[in-house]
């Protein structure tokens, strides 16, 4: 019996470790075209490629993605800068944060250095790694580290001073010739004999920092005899320890982003073309690509035939052109600004800035809206939110209107195809920013500013815009975010001249104003500390809550703010029950939802997230950067899938998933699974009850009927049991009959456990 004990509680231990990790529940989805570094491994002829959302690898030979990493699977931090292979076959990958990660390539196993992200530095961003011999040299924010290959230990204190530059002069690149390194920097270019020097002595280091060089020195590569180096004005060369301007007029003046050196041509990034020069014949230009367009990064193959990055396409590689563009598939840019999860549980999210268009996550591939691959979203990429609802996605785009989506069906409106506003000084521009569906399936938009006098339309069922001329009390205000409680009232943040909430309700009556009831609530009305509103929802009891800088606040009874809306309720401000004393929640806060359970999760401005049960009075657990790989701190966007239980956090570094419990409840009962099964008690992961309709009651009994514990459901498919009885005492080795039932007996479902008394 002893060994059979033994034998579960050893499965136990290997569940708990794969099944209930704190990572195996969440996904990460970052955008990985951007590319910041690429380093090719010459004996596997694959190329490292690091960008602003992770790093991917590419088999050189046919093209072909063959993994990525982010902070989930290895990096430390997905906003990478600089790569390298070492001559230990090992991948050094540094980042904006100041850690480097190194991955060994032929063990995967991982390894950290620390030091620099946990330093008291200004700015830690490892911009560049470059080796010679057995040292690892680290250009960085604040001057230049020196890093031993073999023990992975710092040697020297920081360069902090290079010759006359000022104290902690950015470095953004660095080479070497003839033992002597060559630092590139915001102030011009340093340089020092780093076998013979003293390299933590200002005066082993000689600057040169005049003409292209003035400034901004971003790229320096070394050839067998010259030192090369591009800055954003222009493009010069090292040689007979002379500096000169590259001879050719048409290059030597121009923003020279990278260059790379083959062994018999010197590429480089200059202007608007990719340039090379047989490296025999300096100073002959000749075009490598005529446009450049995004193209940031050259590296090579094992043929040294060049690979190309871009800020923006992933990298082109010498296969049957340079025409193709490979990268993971992945959302077009790092920014999620608005989250919403349409009926066939597929992921929206608009990107919020004005560039990044908006995108679809069907939970196997990211699908990207901009005018380039859909024109017909409008004449603008810049979306502010998105909400879907009745079968329709709504697009909100700040400058194109709102954009409805139906399959693949696309229509925009705009001042020039509807009676859509403008904005004052440019009747063409519809800022429209917010959005959301009532009881009756009329879409209701939000705009930030008008030329009309009206910030709220109504489309209607017939396909008609509809818009409310703004009363006074928000007549030179900006709508945003908005909600639609039972009663039809629509609960809407405003901004501008008076930051606050509005509510309006056209009782009844969408086409006649004379009866439409509203009123404000100015951020004075929710504490005087309170400067600004900034999200609104009514969760599943039909109360309405509201973020702000100052934490959360609940209207708990909105038809009375209809019934009399000079004698509104009073918001009553979140507080979480610790021990025997109510503690008001202070956070400033950014966004919220409600799942299906209507637990509330609330997104803030620099803490991470809060998962709060559903009267608030609770909190559960916070996600941030300290505690889990949730990407950002700040929080703009949150949506929960009632069909998954997943929740999304929209930030401007990604968007982050986490795999929560609340699902929506089955519509009749089939078979109640309990996992782990056989559960071990007592136990501090609950043992979850799965198969359940909603509103549950649950009873657990004996195989003789006894009943040994009874509570209800939170609501969802799913319940937690922790092994207790009534009396709060573990219960007895054996099986045990799980029932669960309606509240009027009308259905119910049974399953087994086996429990193990430890």
């Known amino acids: 019996m002893a060994k059979i004990k033994f034998v579960i509680i050893s499965i136990f231990l290997i569940l708990t470790n794969t099944s209930f990790g704190q990572n195996s529940k969440w996904e990460n989805f970052t955008d990985l075209k951007n590319i910041t570094s690429l380093s090719t491994d010459t004996i596997t002829n694959k190329i490292y490629c690091a960008s602003s959302g992770g790093l991917f690898v590419v088999d050189l030979s046919n093209g072909n993605v063959l993994s990525k990493y982010t902070n989930l699977n290895g990096l430390i931090s997905n906003e990478l800068t600089s790569l390298l292979i070492d001559n230990t076959e090992r991948l050094w990958i540094g980042a904006t944060d100041g850690s480097i990660s190194i991955l060994n390539l032929q063990t995967q196993k991982w390894s950290y250095i620390f030091d620099i992200k946990n330093s008291n530095e200004a700015n830690k961003s490892i911009n560049y790694l470059y080796q010679t011999g057995n040292f690892i040299f680290v250009a960085t924010g604040y001057g230049i580290q020196k890093i031993s290959v073999s023990s992975l230990n710092f040697v020297d204190a920081p360069y902090y001073k290079l010759g006359s530059f000022p104290n902690n002069t950015q470095v953004y690149s660095l080479t070497s010739l003839n033992n002597v390194l060559y630092a590139a920097t915001k102030t011009g270019v340093a340089y020092a004999n780093y076998v013979s020097s003293n390299l933590n002595n200002p005066s082993s280091w000689t600057n040169y920092n005049l003409g292209n060089l003035s400034a901004d020195v971003r790229t320096i590569e070394a050839t067998s005899d010259k030192v090369f180096a591009g800055s954003l004005s222009g493009f010069s060369y090292l040689s007979s320890g002379v500096w000169q301007n590259y001879p050719d007029p048409s290059v030597s003046g121009q923003n020279t982003k990278f260059i790379k050196a083959s062994g018999v041509n010197l590429y480089f990034i200059s202007g608007n073309k990719i340039n090379y020069a047989p490296l025999s014949t300096l100073p002959a230009v000749n075009a490598f690509l005529p446009l450049a367009n995004s193209y940031s990064i050259i590296s090579l193959d094992k043929n040294s035939n060049p690979v190309l990055g871009l800020s923006d396409n992933g990298i082109t590689i010498n296969i049957s052109g340079y025409s193709s563009y490979i990268f993971p598939n992945s959302p077009y840019t790092n920014s999620f600004n608005g989250i919403t999860i349409d009926q066939d549980n597929n992921v929206w999210a608009a990107g919020g800035t004005v560039n990044s268009g908006f995108y679809k996550f069907d939970g196997t591939n990211w699908s990207n809206y901009t005018i380039a691959t859909h024109p017909e979203i409008g004449n603008s990429n810049w979306f502010q939110k998105i909400v879907s609802g009745y079968g329709y996605v709504w697009a909100l785009g700040f ?277 782990p099964n056989p559960y071990l008690v007592p136990n501090a992961v609950n043992m979850k009850i799965d198969g359940l309709v909603e509103n549950s009651t649950i009873k657990i009994l004996t195989i003789n009927g006894e009943v040994v514990n009874e509570f209800d459901s939170p609501g969802g498919r799913i319940a937690f049991w922790n092994g207790m009885n009534s009396n709060n005492q573990p219960a007895a080795t054996g099986i045990y009959i799980i029932v669960a039932f309606t509240s009027d007996g009308s259905q119910v479902g049974t399953g087994k456990v086996a429990i193990v008394n430890k």
């Open 399 to 675: 400058g194109s209107g709102p954009t409805r989506i139906k399959g693949n069906s696309i229509t925009n409106f705009n001042p020039s195809n509807s009676n859509m506003p403008g904005i004052s000084n440019d009747p063409n521009f519809c800022a429209s920013y917010g959005g959301s569906y009532d009881n009756f399936g009329v879409f209701w938009a939000t705009f930030f500013a008008t030329n009309t006098g009206r910030s709220l339309y109504a489309y209607n069922t017939n396909g008609e815009w509809i818009g409310y001329i703004n009363p006074s009390i928000i007549s030179s205000v900006s709508l945003s975010e908005v909600a639609v409680d039972s009663y039809n009232t629509k609960w809407i943040v405003t901004s501008g001249s008076r930051s606050g909430l509005y509510f309006f309700n056209e009782n009844g009556t969408i086409s006649n104003p004379s009866d439409d009831v509203y009123g404000f609530y100015d951020n004075n009305d929710f504490g005087s500390e309170v400067t600004n509103v900034t999200d609104v929802i009514v969760d599943n009891n039909n109360e309405v809550w509201v973020t702000t800088n100052n934490g959360v606040f609940i209207i708990s009874n909105p038809y009375a703010a209809i019934l009399n809306p000079s004698s509104k309720p009073r918001p009553q401000k979140l507080g979480i029950i610790s021990g025997n004393l109510r503690v008001p929640f202070t956070e400033n806060c950014i966004s919220i939802a409600s799942d299906i359970i209507n637990d509330k999760w609330v997104g803030s401005e620099s803490n991470g997230v809060f998962h709060f049960s559903s009267d608030g009075t609770t909190l559960i657990d916070q996600f941030n950067t300290v505690k889990s790989p949730i990407l950002s701190d700040r929080i703009g966007s949150i949506a929960v899938s009632n069909i998954s239980g997943k929740a999304f956090f929209g930030t401007r570094k990604g968007l982050s998933s986490y795999a929560t419990n609340a699902i929506e409840p089955v519509a009749e009962f089939d078979e109640i699974i309990a996992s």
